[in-house]
C-alpha cells in the first residue's frame, strides 16, 4: 500500500536546504548575472553567498522573497543528474559559475569540497576512494552542484514559513584573500506559526541587547582609547560581576577548591610544554620585556599554571585530590570583527577549577561537579542538556595523546553520566584538544543555546609536564587533571544573563535593591529612616527624594529595573509601615518595616 507523504514529516533541514536552492533561483530570475558560492542550512534556515554587480538593498530581500512564492507555487521539480566530472566542469563553464568550477576542481583533486579538510590535509583518506561522478539539482532556471536530498518539488515548502533576515558579507571560503561575497539569510520553518515564533523571539531579543541594556542600565562602556574587546566595567556592572564570581566560588569551596591567584603573563616556554603554543600561538597577544629576549604571552587560559602549583612540591597518593580555583583575567587575541559586546571579548576571566586526582577518585569528584550543575541551573533559572564531547575519529592528529589514552577517557567519561542515570548528548568533534569532556548547553529565557561550563577529562597535560605523586606502592605515577568551569566566563555569562533577565536581575545580584520613594517633603526624614535601616540590615538602596511627582521616581526606579519601591507617607509614617511595590507590578503592599526586611532577607541570597 502506498503511505502519502504527510508535508510536515520531512526533515526540516531537507526543507531549509530546498528553500536555500529556491531563494537562488529566485535570484538567478531577478539578477541573470549572479554567481552562486555555497547555500547551505543553518539554526532555524539557510543562507546563500552570491556574487552580484550590485550591493543588495534590504528593499530587495522583499523583491526576492515574492519570486520565490512565485516559484513555490510553479510546484518545480528538483531535477537530479549525474554527471562525470569533465561534463560537470564543462557544463559549470558554460554557466559562468567560477565558484562551482572551484569546488568540482577540488573533488577532483582532493574527493572532497570541504576546505578545511582541504587545508588541514584530512581529506586524504577520503581521496583514496576517488570520486568519478557530481550530482546536480536543477530548480527551474537554476542548477547547483549538490549532494541533496530535497524535496520532490517546491509544493511540498510552505510559501507562508520562510522569510530572508539579513544581508552580511562574507570571504568567498572564510578567506581574507578571497573576494568578498554577499550572504543573504533566511529563516524557514515547517509552519507559518512556528516562523511566527522565531520572528517574535528576534523582536524580543533585539530588545533585550545586552550591548542596549548595557547602555541604558550603565553597566559597562567601550573606549576607542582602550581598544576593541576589553570592556570597562561601571560601579554597577563590576557589582553584577562580583556577585557572579563570589557565587562560583561559594561552590567551589563547598566542593573543596582553594582559590589561587596566579599571573597574567607567562614565559612561552609553558605554552611549548603545554602545546597551546603550536595549536593557539596567533590567538595569543606577544608581550615584550626590555631586560630579556625571551618571549612572553599574556595567558590565554589558567590550566598549564596551575600544573605548576601542583608541582610545586611533592605529592603522594594521600595529598590527592589537590582543587584549586582561579578568577585571573585572560587574554586572548579574537579577530576584531568577531568581537561583540560581552559574549565575544578579549579581556575576560573564567571560573576555572582544576583538580589533581587519583583514578580511584575520579567519579567522586566528577560526581560533585556534576552535582553543582542543577544547582547553578536553578539559581539562574535557566534549562540545560549535558553533550558528551568526543575527538573526531576521522582527525585523531588534531589531537595530543596516543589512541589509548583517549579511549580510555572517552570510556571514562560516558561511564560515568550513564551511571548517574543522567541525559546526554553525544558529539564527535567537540572535544578539547587535549581530552573529551562534558558541555553543559543552558537554555535562556529566549529559548536560546549557550554553551556555558564544562567539565574535561586531561591525561595529556599532566605526562606533558611530568606531573606525578608518589603511589601506595612507593612508585611513581601520573595524575589525572579535570579541567572545570561553572559557567564559563563570568564576563560572558554576564551578558548572557543581561539578555536572560531582559536587565531585571534578581534581587540578590541587583547592585540597587530598593529604591525608597518619598510622597512629599514631609516624608523625606521618615525615607532617610527607612533607608538607614535597610542598609543597616545590609540591603543596597537609592533614596530618591528630589522635588517631583511620585509617578515620575516610580518610572524612573522601572526603568532602572530596580527589584523594589518602597513608597512613604503619612500613613506609613504612622504606622511604622512602607507601601512595597515589586518591578513590574502596579499594586501595593502595606507592610511593617520588620516585615518588609524580613521579605528582602528571603531573597538575599542565590538559590542554591
Ligand atoms: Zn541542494
Ligand atoms: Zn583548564
Known amino acids: 500500500m502506498l503511505k502519502k507523504i504527510d508535508k510536515n514529516d520531512l526533515s ?78 564543462k557544463l559549470f563553464v558554460d554557466l559562468a559559475e567560477p565558484y562551482k568550477l572551484e569546488l568540482i576542481r577540488d573533488v577532483e583533486s582532493h574527493g572532497t569540497t570541504k576546505y578545511d579538510e582541504i587545508q588541514d590535509g584530512s581529506s586524504a583518506g577520503v581521496k583514496k576512494h576517488k570520486m568519478n561522478f557530481v550530482t546536480i539539482y536543477k530548480t527551474g532556471e537554476f542548477i547547483d552542484l ?17 522569510k530572508l533576515t539579513k544581508i552580511a558579507g562574507a570571504y568567498w571560503r572564510g578567506e581574507e584573500k578571497n573576494p568578498m561575497l554577499q550572504r543573504i539569510y533566511g529563516a524557514a520553518f515547517n509552519t507559518e506559526e512556528d516562523l511566527k515564533k522565531y520572528l517574535a523571539q528576534q523582536e524580543e531579543a533585539k530588545r533585550r541587547d545586552h550591548r ?10 567601550f573606549s576607542d582609547l582602550i581598544g576593541p574587546g576589553l570592556p570597562l566595567y561601571t560601579f554597577k556592572g563590576a557589582f553584577i560581576l562580583r556577585k557572579i564570581k563570589e557565587y562560583s566560588n561559594k561552590l567551589r569551596k563547598e566542593m573543596g577548591y582553594q582559590e589561587v591567584q596566579t599571573p597574567q603573563i607567562n614565559k612561552a616556554e609553558l605554552f611549548k610544554i603545554s602545546g597551546h603554543y603550536d595549536k593557539y600561538k596567533n590567538d595569543m597577544f606577544n608581550v615584550v620585556s626590555h631586560y630579556s629576549n625571551e618571549e612572553y604571552f599574556l595567558k590565554p587560559m589558567n590550566c598549564p599554571q596551575h600544573t605548576q602549583i601542583f608541582a610545586s612540591e611533592k605529592r603522594s597518593y594521600k595529598d590527592l585530590p589537590i582543587r ?10 579574537e579577530k576584531p570583527g568577531e568581537l561583540s559586546g560581552l559574549t565575544r571579548l578579549r579581556s575576560f576571566s573564567q571560573d576555572d577549577g582544576h583538580c ?4 580511584d577518585q575520579l567519579e567522586e569528584e566528577f560526581n560533585k561537579l556534576l552535582d553543582a550543575i542543577p544547582r547553578v541551573m536553578k539559581t539562574y533559572g535557566m534549562d540545560y542538556t549535558i553533550r558528551l564531547s568526543l575527538r573526531d575519529p576521522q582527525k585523531k592528529k588534531n589531537y595530543l595523546g596516543d589512541d ?20 546526554f548528548i553525544v558529539a564527535e568533534g567537540e572535544a578539547a584538544f587535549y581530552g573529551p569532556k562534558m558541555d553543559l548547553l543552558a537554555s535562556d529565557s529566549l529559548g536560546r543555546r549557550w554553551q556555558l561550563s564544562t567539565i574535561q577529562l586531561d591525561l595529556n597535560m599532566p605526562q606533558r609536564f611530568g606531573l606525578e605523586f608518589t603511589g601506595k606502592d612507593g612508585k611513581a605515577q601520573s595524575p589525572i587533571m579535570i579541567h572545570s568551569a561553572f559557567m564559563g566566563s563570568p564576563e560572558r555569562i554576564f551578558g548572557v544573563l543581561i539578555e536572560h533577565y531582559g536587565g531585571a536581575f534578581p534581587f540578590w545580584m541587583s547592585p540597587v535593591q530598593i529604591a525608597i520613594i518619598n510622597v512629599g517633603k ?3 526624614k521618615y525615607a532617610r529612616e527607612v533607608a538607614a535601616e535597610l542598609e543597616g540590615q545590609g540591603f543596597r538602596t537609592i533614596i530618591l527624594d528630589e522635588d517631583e511627582s511620585v509617578g515620575k521616581k516610580i518610572h524612573f526606579a522601572e526603568t ?31 507592610l511593617k518595616l520588620n516585615k518588609a526586611v524580613e521579605k528582602f532577607k528571603k531573597e538575599q541570597n542565590p538559590l542554591a
Request: hydrophobic share 40%; net charge positive; charged share 35%.
Open 12 to 89: 526540516i533541514e531537507i526543507k531549509r536546504h530546498s528553500f536555500a536552492h529556491v531563494m537562488a533561483a529566485a535570484i538567478k530570475e531577478l539578477f541573470p548575472k549572479v554567481r552562486f558560492g555555497v547555500g547551505p542550512t543553518v539554526e532555524n534556515g539557510f543562507y546563500y553567498d552570491i556574487e552580484l554587480p550590485h550591493q543588495l538593498k534590504m528593499e530587495e530581500l522583499a523583491l526576492i522573497e515574492k519570486r520565490m512564492k512565485d516559484i513555490i507555487a510553479r510546484k518545480q521539480p528538483f531535477v537530479r543528474r549525474k554527471l562525470n566530472l569533465a561534463e560537470a566542469k
Open 146 to 162: 549538490c549532494r541533496g536530498p530535497h524535496v520532490k518539488n517546491t509544493s511540498f515548502l510552505d510559501p507562508k514559513a520562510f
Open 212 to 221: 542596549k541594556l548595557g547602555k541604558e542600565l550603565g553597566l559597562f562602556v
Open 324 to 333: 584549586i580555583a582561579d578568577f585571573s583575567m585572560l587574554y586572548r587575541d
Open 356 to 359: 589533581f586526582c587519583r583514578e
Open 404 to 423: 589509548k589514552i583517549w579511549e580510555k577517557s572517552q570510556k571514562m567519561l560516558k561511564n560515568l553520566l550513564i551511571h548517574k542515570k543522567i541525559k
Open 522 to 524: 514631609d516624608h523625606k
Open 560 to 590: 532602572q529595573k530596580i527589584p523594589y519601591m518602597v513608597i512613604t507617607g503619612d500613613k506609613e509614617i504612622k504606622q511604622k509601615s512602607v507601601a512595597l511595590r515589586q518591578r513590574g507590578k502596579k499594586e501595593t503592599e502595606i
